[in-house]
């Protein structure tokens, strides 16, 4: 039982890094035409990156247990997108304007695989409840 209880609490990990991908990702895609950030530069997307953590099983056999973990989130170092437009009071002397680094298509690539490795996490969690009801429940017959 309690190895079952230590999955659930890794696949909880993945769940919390999985949302965080997909806060981003949402971050990204509402910045996607926001001209300037708060330090006056274009802003630049946003990119989750993860760590897989080994924990120690609690039941003291000493086996450990990946679990995934978000590290950090930086800044995409692709330069920003150039867009030619003269009119733009942005523009510069070439009639350039600095514009986000984010490509709509991406993100939302990127949106569907964070979205189904949520469902599949989940998933686990639902059917690892449904596996600790079942055997609570042959115990009482």
């Known amino acids: 039982?309690?190895?079952l209880l230590t999955g659930i609490q890794n696949t909880s990990s993945a769940l919390d890094?999985?949302?965080?991908?997909?806060?981003?990702?949402?971050q990204n895609i509402a910045n996607a035409h926001t001209a300037?950030?708060?330090?006056?530069?274009?802003y630049q997307r946003r990119v989750v990156v993860f760590e897989?953590?080994?924990?120690?099983?609690m039941d003291g056999s000493q086996a450990e247990l990946p679990t995934t973990q978000v590290a950090r989130i930086e800044r995409d170092r692709r330069p920003p997108l150039q867009l030619h437009d003269p009119t733009?009071?942005?523009?510069?002397a070439k009639g350039n304007v600095a514009m986000p680094?984010?490509?709509?298509h991406e993100e939302m690539a990127?949106?569907?695989s964070a979205s189904r490795t949520y469902e599949a996490n989940l998933?686990?969690?639902?059917?690892?409840?449904?596996?600790?009801?079942?055997t609570l429940a042959m115990g009482r017959h």
């Open 1 to 3: 039982m309690i190895n």
């Open 17 to 26: 890094a999985e949302r965080t991908r997909l806060d981003v990702i949402s």
């Open 52 to 57: 897989s953590v080994l924990k120690t099983a």
């Open 110 to 112: 990127d949106m569907i």
């Open 88 to 92: 733009n009071p942005e523009a510069d």
């Open 36 to 42: 300037h950030d708060v330090n006056g530069q274009p």
């Open 123 to 134: 998933a686990v969690v639902k059917n690892a409840r449904s596996m600790a009801m079942q």
């Open 101 to 104: 680094n984010i490509n709509i």
